[in-house]
């Protein structure tokens, strides 16, 4: 499973922008779908993860701001990031929850998308 991530850029605080992450590949079943990110100094968190049947999990620190979503026909995963906050600057990246079938379960992660937020 290959995942491709795009959307990353320069915004302004109280802007907006939309990541994308496509998965392609020897795809059996996706569990789930999801963003996390990294920012300098910091650990990896998650953002936002979209699990099978719609259910959504969010950060506490982007709820209210931050929107997944998930097309199924075409395995992507979008992320509308609203109200952007300077402390939202991170590399983003996007990981899935892939099933084979024969039962085998792994977490494929993206190349990351860097998303700065100015003052």
């Known amino acids: 499973v290959q995942l491709q991530a795009s959307g990353g850029g320069l915004v302004q605080a109280g802007g907006s922008l939309r990541l994308s992450c496509v998965a392609s590949?020897?795809?059996?079943?996706?569990?789930?779908m999801g963003w996390h990110r990294q920012a300098p100094g910091k650990q990896r968190e998650l953002v936002a993860e979209?699990?099978?049947?719609?259910?959504?999990n969010y950060a506490d620190s982007v709820k209210g701001r931050f929107t997944i979503s998930r097309d199924y026909l075409k395995n992507t995963v979008y992320l509308q990031m609203n109200s952007l906050k300077p402390e939202d600057t991170a590399v983003y990246y996007c990981?899935?929850?892939?099933?084979?079938?024969?039962?085998?379960?792994?977490?494929?992660w993206g190349q990351g998308t860097k998303v700065t937020v100015s003052s």
């Open positions: 990981v899935v929850t892939h099933s084979t079938r024969w039962g085998n379960v792994l977490n494929y």
């Open positions: 590949g020897s795809i059996f079943r996706i569990n789930a």
């Open positions: 979209i699990i099978s049947g719609g259910s959504t």
